[in-house]
């Protein structure tokens, strides 16, 4: 139970609302409208050590600015911490404007995935007193103590960037935890209930669906990636601790399906095996998906995790264009991905895959050739994205160095495209960004469109969930219009 109430020192965590049409664009019928998961995890472990907290979770329950601000008087905290990415730091700095004006004692403290991209950019757009890079936990438990303690120095803590006098300033780097089962797990009950989030429906089975976090960073280097915040290192839960987690989902908050979020679920085989004989053992019986690489699973454990109760496996194929791939440094090849989605389908596993159109180097051609694999390969579900640059990671430099982006006006910018309200803020060299959007446009629609395709997703159909689905996707393709 939360005691932020009764509690003497109170930290508010706040997710701005993400509105579906700026997250999906012209898919905004079917926009991921999920949980952010970070802010739950500092608030766990500031709860253990006796700090009060609440979590705004606005993505779930999304409110005009009016009434975040009603939201924050009736909280009184102490401190007043921001997560935002990419797609919401506009809304961000807006509320911490409002903020500074009818609260201006409180400290504002942002973080998340914009931030630790870029540090000083993202102080700079907002009336921020300081900013958590990289990892949260240990750094806000830190900080909130020392605010608490009337410290006015907080340059001895690590993993901050602060302002002092005039400047920004870097403290040291936080070193990433490495022992993850020393975090208590995500602190659900301070969420709204799950059946306020709403999956892509070509993603869950049944709802409400639970996400997990089951480990965290990546190894490999694909250049259009952020991995700012949880870094290269590959870091896991043990099995148990998974597995308790996933009773506690279902069990406490009533998920009645599991998605893992983490960047690759199978890098690590034999602990997914050991995740998969817990959840045998304990009798388990929810449905879950995963995302992960194609060179990271084989036949064997792509049938226990079948056996287990996996149904879908999302795999980043990007592209059906060797060079393409060559380009962004998948580390794979296009016969790889053949391999890993016909041992998904071997294993009786649905397979979701997602595209990223419009990397550099890409052509008409390059992007015929990434539908044409998708067509080949009979994929259940395909997503085709556009790029989205993020500060600090290769491709930005890249993008940058060449003079190529076009602008960084974040209001306009989607990874789903939208053939009317966004402007691209970067098209590869040889592509308008009228061919760019009219391309993806016809990417899903001779995708989905196909009578082969739409006769085995009738005979696939099991229940009335299953009908609602189908069609919610089925409009919103429906409805996308080309320039």
Not at 100 to 123: D, H, V, W, Y
């Amino acid at each position: 139970m939360n005691n932020y109430d009764r509690a003497g020192f109170k930290v508010l965590l706040i997710s701005p609302p993400l509105s579906v049409a700026k997250q999906a664009g012209s898919l905004k019928g079917i926009a991921n409208v999920l949980p952010t998961m970070g802010i739950g995890y500092i608030a766990s472990l500031l709860e253990r050590h006796g700090i009060g907290v609440r979590i705004f979770d606005y993505i779930g329950e999304p409110k005009i600015l009016e009434d975040m601000l009603k939201d924050i008087s009736d909280a009184s905290p102490d401190i007043i911490g921001i997560t935002a990415t990419i797609l919401t730091i506009s809304t961000s700095n807006e509320l911490a404007e409002e903020i500074r004006n009818r609260f201006p004692g409180i400290p504002i403290i942002i973080g998340g995935p914009q931030l630790c991209s870029a540090p000083e950019k993202t102080m700079s757009s907002g009336p921020y007193d300081i900013g958590v890079v990289g990892e949260g936990e240990e750094t806000m438990l830190e900080l909130s103590n020392a605010i608490k303690s009337g410290v006015k120095d907080f340059s001895g803590i690590r993993g901050l960037i602060i302002k002092k006098d005039g400047k920004l300033v870097f403290t040291a780097p936080r070193p990433y935890i490495e022992d993850l089962d020393l975090l208590p797990p995500p602190a659900r009950h301070l969420y709204p209930p799950l059946h306020k989030y709403n999956p892509v429906p070509a993603s869950y089975i049944k709802k409400p669906v639970g996400l997990m976090i089951s480990s965290r960073g990546c190894p490999y280097q694909c250049i259009f990636c952020d991995r700012k915040v949880f870094g290269n290192k590959f870091r896991a839960h043990s099995p148990k601790y998974v597995v308790d987690e996933m009773e506690n989902v279902i069990n406490v908050h009533g998920a009645r399906e599991i998605r893992f979020m983490d960047d690759t679920f199978t890098l690590d085989i034999k602990r997914v095996d050991e995740i998969c004989d817990e959840i045998l053992k304990r009798r388990i019986k929810v449905p879950w998906t995963c995302l992960t690489r194609v060179n990271t699973v084989n036949l064997e454990i792509l049938k226990k995790m079948k056996k287990a109760g996996c149904w879908q496996v999302i795999y980043g194929i990007e592209a059906g264009d060797q060079r393409m791939l060559d380009i962004i440094k998948k580390g794979v090849t296009v016969e790889q991905n053949e391999t890993g989605i016909k041992l998904a389908k071997r294993a009786g596993l649905n397979v979701r895959a997602t595209f990223v159109f419009g990397l550099p180097g890409e052509t008409l051609d390059t992007i015929k050739n990434t539908v044409n694999f998708a067509k080949r390969m009979n994929l259940d579900v395909v997503n085709f994205f556009t790029v989205i640059l993020f500060p600090g990671n290769e491709l930005y430099s890249m993008a940058k160095k060449a003079g190529k982006i076009l602008h960084e006006n974040y209001d306009e910018y989607t990874s789903l495209i939208d053939t009317e309200e966004t402007h691209l803020h970067y098209v590869p060299e040889g592509i308008t960004e009228i061919q760019m959007k009219n391309a993806i446009v016809e990417a899903y629609r001779t995708y989905y469109f196909r009578p082969g395709y739409i006769l085995r997703q009738l005979f696939s159909i099991k229940n009335a969930e299953d009908i609602l689905r189908y069609w919610t996707a089925f409009k919103s393709v429906v409805s996308m219009r080309k320039v």
